[in-house]
């Protein structure tokens, strides 16, 4: 059973903010997404990695960042928080076959 | 012209009936297709995925693929107010990224 976790369920932060979400997943698996999901928009990619060491833009990827520095783990980081990063944040870790499994989902407020 | 469609819905059916959502993608070279399912403030679940043409069931669920007709369907039997969720229709792209659709709104009525 394909288990991704997140660190945080729900996360107040201030603008200007360095903000840190960590998402974990236990069936080796090469790629790991992260998406945002805003009422009306959908989910919306913003960054994603195939292999250790490596990442690629995805649609939004402004005012993000991300890290993997080990299979398992895929970071994301805002700089600099503002409140139009207000958001539900998905990670997602996906197989060979193109199949995407959630986390739990983070729910960032931006004060 | 969007890849992946879906009618927003809300699609409203009674407890027991038959729900039929559906999905239309624009890259004909697509393989793979998938639904998910996600209830309110929570993460998208895969409930289905299915490669090649025809029908596929699981449960109560069924999803039909007509290439020809860049067309992918999921059908609900009997369906449960549990049920009641937002089902997403997701298409691979040649990066193997996956392209979602808006999601259908579906509410079963007891």
């Known amino acids: 059973d394909v288990k991704v976790t997140q660190s945080s369920r729900y996360l107040v932060k201030r603008t200007g903010e360095k903000v840190f979400l960590e998402c974990v997943q236990d069936?080796?698996?090469?790629?790991m997404f992260w998406y945002r999901q805003d009422p009306g928009l959908g989910l919306r990619l913003i960054y994603f990695?195939?292999?250790?060491?490596?990442?690629e833009k995805g649609d939004i990827p402004e005012g993000y960042s991300v890290s993997r520095e080990k299979k398992e783990r895929f970071s994301l980081i805002l700089e600099s928080a503002s409140t139009n990063q207000t958001s539900m944040y998905l990670c997602?870790?996906?197989?060979?076959?193109?199949?995407?499994?959630f986390g739990p989902g983070t729910r960032l407020t931006v004060l | 012209q969007k890849e992946v469609e879906q009618n927003s819905g809300p699609l409203s059916v009674p407890e027991g009936a038959i729900a039929s959502l559906n999905c239309t993608y624009s890259d004909r070279v697509s393989q793979s297709f998938f639904w998910y399912r996600q209830y309110s403030g929570k993460s998208p679940e895969l409930i289905m995925s299915i490669y090649s043409n025809g029908d596929k069931e699981d449960g109560r669920f069924t999803a039909q693929l007509n290439k020809a007709s860049q067309y992918v369907s999921l059908l609900i039997r009997d369906s449960q107010p549990s049920d009641s969720a937002t089902y997403l229709c997701a298409v691979p792209n040649q990066g193997g990224k996956l392209i979602f659709g808006q999601g259908t709104e579906l509410s079963v009525k007891p």
């Open positions: 990695s195939y292999d250790v060491k490596m990442k």
């Open positions: 997602a870790s996906g197989n060979l076959y193109n199949e995407q499994f």
């Open positions: 069936m080796d698996h090469e790629n």
